[in-house]
């Protein structure tokens, strides 16, 4: 029972003995007083009665002065009950008689002529109450008729004297003491039937009502019990059916604010779509694993995860299916670390795993932590079945100790994503510690990034133009136009910082100054007549480019504007993410290009996810032979097979096949047996600037491979003919 409750029912019950106990005095008071006040009127009246009649028989010896005759009138009252002593006296207050009943009362002065106590109450407050009671009574002379009157010239009614009697009232008193004790007496018995009464109200209702006060105070420690009350009567029992139903939505409410509650701490917490920790949470988790490293003397490891290639994925197959393979790819993380490591999402396809407890020395430290990333890795190899499509992952991994590396939680971050940047600038699929030197990487990427920003304005961008050979008709058919960047002195490679114009979104910008810049040189060719009508200029897209809204409508306002008659002259190459994800909107912008007589080809053909429905969806042009399986196909088995299988499949599809990478002549003579006539490499150029390209136009008669080609097809022509 909680203080409050006791104090509430005490207070209930000292109000109801309050209420009883001044009921009862009260009863007990008036009761008493009224009894007493007519018992002291009934003594009150026989005194007066009697000083009166010793008044009027006094009357006589009074006027006569016979005080023998007074004093036997006296004594004949001296058996009056409660009689203390009765004095007669005249006028002039002289004492003509005295009659005591008790010796004590023979010296006491005689009682003052006045009026007497008239009430019990003017009695109880004078100073002789618990004594005497002192009745005067005058004596007149009008009261008697005889002789000697008729000689007397007397006014009628005239005082002659006075008759004073002291009643003896300890009898009284006593009688008083008695009354006072049956009064308490009465006061008790009261008292007790409104205990009684008071309990019966408590358990009634101060019982139910301390009940309902203990499932109140209950409430705010969280016990919400409905109270069952089977006394109180009826507006007790609607309390407490008032308070069950108050205690039911209360329920409901806490229900509903605890699930509120837990949803904004997943929230706050957790990532919404994979369940691991967020940045919010990771961070928490990093600083406590801090310092648990200090106060232990040990070392940890914090790992930043990348996974590989995911961008294609959400490119092509969307990005629900994306959404499903992180969720997929948490699982496995969860199972591959220990029990007492923390995962995390940082964002995207971005994983985080804190590794604590490691050994202090380094050596050790970088084994356990290496053998985790390796663990993941293995954990990952297997192909994941999601809607029909199997997809292998991996992670580029990159890995920041403490307290080697640094000992704070955003240094430790910022060394681990400079360690997996490394790790996808190494091939994927691997990990990386982190090396001072890594920083430097990181501060050289955010240069590229600034720099690329204003690259067309400085005129750092120019494009390359590698040759594209029909050896079956001995000429050029067309030049792939390729991208450069010179940033301060320095050539970029297109691996570093194409990737980073998608990422940044600069990529459609730059793709069209790439698109217009190409046509504009081409129509300078055909106007110097280094190229026939037949001769084309590829231009390759990326599938942000591609997806674009206005990728069609604004490919074609350059086009017409730069090479107005230019029907077949533009070949757009794309890579195979970018048909993998067909949609409505991807396939007006290729139907609209197609119709204005832009060619498509696939780039790369062979390395993405050769998931080859998009060649009935997409009607297009050529397949582009990757280098990677032009480069062994002379040695390797594999390689020579695959090529044919692309030839032949191409052939039964009707597209052209042109393979890049063609760097000897025994590659060339390998793919024209095989039927494969269009060739692209080092062996015909390398990728060179729009004037050197002019150059290259003009003695093409003279080149090593394709002159002596052009002769030996201009041969086999005349043999023909």
């Avoid at 030049?479 to 297109?494: C, D, F, G, T, V």
Wanted: with cysteine; charged share 25%.
């Amino acid at each position: 029972m909680s203080r409050s409750s006791i104090k509430m029912a005490t207070r209930f019950n000292l109000l109801n003995v309050a209420l009883v106990l001044v009921t009862a005095l009260s009863v007990g008071f008036i009761a008493t007083y009224t009894q007493l006040t007519r018992q002291f009127e009934a003594r009150q009246q026989h005194s007066l009665a009697l000083a009166m009649m010793l008044a009027e028989t006094s009357e006589y010896a009074v006027f006569t002065g016979q005080g023998k005759l007074l004093e036997r009138q006296l004594e004949r009252l001296r058996k009056v009950p409660g009689l203390a002593y009765a004095v007669i006296v005249d006028a002039q207050g002289r004492e003509l008689a005295r009659m005591s009943v008790d010796t004590q009362y023979d010296s006491r002065p005689l009682p003052q002529s006045g009026k007497g106590p008239e009430s019990f109450w003017d009695w109880w407050q004078a100073s002789h109450r618990h004594g005497l009671l002192e009745i005067v009574r005058p004596i007149t002379s009008g009261g008697f008729q005889n002789e000697d009157a008729l000689f007397l010239q007397t006014p009628s009614s005239t005082v002659i004297g006075e008759v004073r009697l002291v009643m003896n009232l300890d009898d009284f008193v006593a009688v008083v003491r008695h009354a006072v004790r049956w009064g308490l007496l009465v006061v008790a018995v009261i008292l007790l039937i409104g205990l009684a009464v008071s309990l019966t109200m408590t358990a009634r209702i101060a019982s139910p009502l301390k009940r309902l006060a203990d499932a109140a105070h209950q409430l705010t420690d969280g016990r919400m019990q409905p109270v069952e009350l089977d006394s109180g009567g009826p507006e007790v029992r609607e309390l407490g059916r008032a308070f069950n139903l108050m205690v039911s939505w209360l329920a409901d409410y806490r229900t509903e604010v605890q699930s509120y509650q837990s949803m904004l701490e997943r929230q706050a917490f957790y990532d919404e779509l994979t369940g691991l920790a967020n940045r919010n949470l990771l961070k928490d988790h990093l600083q406590l694993a801090l310092s648990q490293t200090h106060r232990r003397r040990s070392s940890m490891a914090l790992l930043f995860l990348d996974l590989d290639r995911f961008k294609y994925v959400n490119d092509t197959l969307g990005h629900s299916f994306g959404d499903q393979l992180l969720q997929e790819v948490s699982d496995r993380l969860r199972h591959a670390v220990r029990a007492g490591d923390t995962v995390g999402r940082m964002g995207g396809d971005e994983f985080v795993v804190i590794l604590d407890g490691l050994s202090r020395e380094l050596a050790e430290a970088r084994r356990d932590a290496a053998r985790l990333a390796e663990q993941i890795g293995h954990t990952l190899h297997k192909p994941f079945t999601i809607r029909g499509h199997d997809i292998s992952t991996s992670f580029s991994i990159g890995i920041a100790l403490c307290p080697h590396d640094g000992d704070d939680s955003e240094a430790l971050i910022r060394y681990a994503d400079c360690a997996m940047y490394d790790a996808k600038t190494q091939g994927r699929n691997t990990y990386r510690f982190y090396e001072p030197a890594l920083q430097q990487r990181g501060a050289r990427r955010l240069n590229l990034e600034s720099g690329l920003k204003r690259a067309r304005e400085l005129g750092e961008l120019m494009l390359y133009f590698q040759p594209k050979y029909d050896s079956a008709r001995g000429r050029l058919i067309g030049a792939e136009a390729l991208l450069r960047w010179q940033y301060k002195h320095e050539m970029i490679s297109p691996t570093e910082f194409i990737p980073l114009a998608e990422e940044t979104g600069l990529i459609l910008p730059i793709g069209e100054w790439v698109l217009e810049t190409a046509l504009n040189t081409l129509a300078e060719w055909r106007r110097l007549n280094l190229v026939d009508a037949e001769f084309h200029i590829g231009v390759n897209v990326s599938p942000a480019q591609f997806w674009h809204s206005q990728f069609a409508p604004r490919t074609l306002a350059i086009l017409q504007r730069c090479l107005p008659e230019g029907q077949g002259a533009l070949e757009l190459e794309l890579t195979e993410s970018c048909l993998l994800r067909p949609s409505e909107e991807s396939q007006r912008t290729f139907n609209a290009l197609r119709q204005a007589g832009v060619r498509f080809a696939v780039d790369d053909f062979g390395t993405g996810y050769s998931n080859l429905g998009y060649l009935k969806q997409f009607p297009l042009d050529v397949l582009k032979i990757d280098q990677s399986f032009v480069r062994d196909c002379i040695d390797d088995i594999s390689d020579a097979t695959i090529i044919r299988a692309i030839i032949a499949m191409a052939r039964g599809l009707g597209l052209a096949v042109i393979a890049e990478g063609v760097e000897t002549a025994e590659h060339a003579e390998f793919l024209k047996s095989e039927g494969c006539d269009l060739l692209q490499g080092y062996l015909l150029a390398k990728p060179m600037p729009a004037d050197q390209f002019a150059e290259f136009c003009r003695q093409l008669a003279f080149h090593p491979y394709l002159g002596n080609a052009a002769a030996s097809h201009s041969a086999d022509a005349k043999l023909l003919r």
